[in-house]
């Protein structure tokens, strides 16, 4: 397991899977991506589990993904690698599927910030909480595609297809407090109470029967056509990948400078 994601099950019944790159604003690389499934499996063999928490070290859960994971798709998929696009986005995918097909209820805490690829990861745990204060985004769009690793699918089954147009369409930033009024999170603490109220919850949780949660969670996830959600977040990111666009939001992003896009 890479040492960029500490697995540990701090109480009989939870176990937790941390985020650990707090120098690079943990953000998620290939190496963080692979170990996931790996992780939400061990939790599923450990005894007595009955949760599953993600969090993340330093100041915030995380920034989205680490942009070097862009240059090192030639080395993986050859320099063609943008016509390889919908297999790598169903990769990204079924990575972050562990934690939302798993038979226990998984939890995202969140702290100084969620975005883009890091705010995917939270929005495939079943339940959201988040510190006052902590920003929630995502801005594929100001990079030149769009969210497509369940971003768009499962934003939209929380907040609502308009609210879900709206933060995508602009790329803005909102934070907790507008969040959990959107339904995006499900409780919001302040940060030095944020372990109390996840305690809360859990103890909650833990009353229920396991079988019973384990199959509502299937049950409730049935409800809704997510596989063809993430078919065509893969369809759209496979024809945005290989525009100018997208080549000038990431130097824009890179230089730290407003992006000149020209719809081509």
């Not at 079924?94 to 890091?118: C, D, K, R, Y």
């Not at 609210?163 to 995508?168: G, P, S, T, V, W």
């Not at 009024?181 to 109470?193: E, I, S, Y």
């Not at 997510?226 to 130097?251: C, H, K, M, N, Y």
Request: glycine fraction near 10%; charged fraction near 20%.
């Amino acid at each position: 397991m890479t040492e960029e994601l500490i697995l540990t099950q701090q109480r009989d019944n939870v176990f937790e899977i941390i985020l650990n790159r707090p120098d690079k604003r943990n953000a998620l690389n290939w190496p963080m991506l692979r170990a996931l499934p790996g992780a939400v499996a061990q939790a599923r063999r450990a005894a007595g589990v009955r949760a599953i928490v993600v969090r993340g070290n330093g100041k915030g859960f995380s920034a989205g993904i680490d942009l070097n994971a862009f240059f090192e798709l030639p080395a993986a998929y050859g320099p063609d690698w943008q016509r390889h696009m919908r297999e790598i986005t169903e990769e990204f995918q079924a990575l972050l599927n562990s934690l939302a097909q798993v038979e226990l209820p998984t939890i995202a805490v969140l702290h100084g910030f969620a975005l883009g690829l890091g705010l995917e990861l939270a929005l495939a745990c079943d339940l959201r909480l988040a510190a006052e204060g902590a920003l929630l985004g995502l801005p594929e769009a100001r990079l030149g595609i769009v969210p497509d690793v369940g971003g768009s699918t499962r934003l939209a089954q929380a907040v609502g297809l308009v609210r879900a147009k709206e933060l995508i369409f602009t790329g803005r930033q909102i934070d907790a407090a507008l969040a959990e009024r959107w339904g995006l999170v499900n409780q919001v603490a302040p940060a030095d109470q944020l372990d109390a109220a996840l305690d809360g919850l859990l103890a909650e949780i833990t009353q229920c029967a396991p079988l019973a949660v384990g199959m509502a969670k299937r049950l409730l996830n049935g409800m809704f056509d997510t596989p063809r959600g993430l078919a065509l977040e893969g369809w759209a990111q496979s024809q945005l990948i290989a525009t100018q666009d997208f080549g000038e939001g990431v130097q824009a992003m890179l230089q730290r400078r407003p992006a000149q896009f020209k719809g081509k």
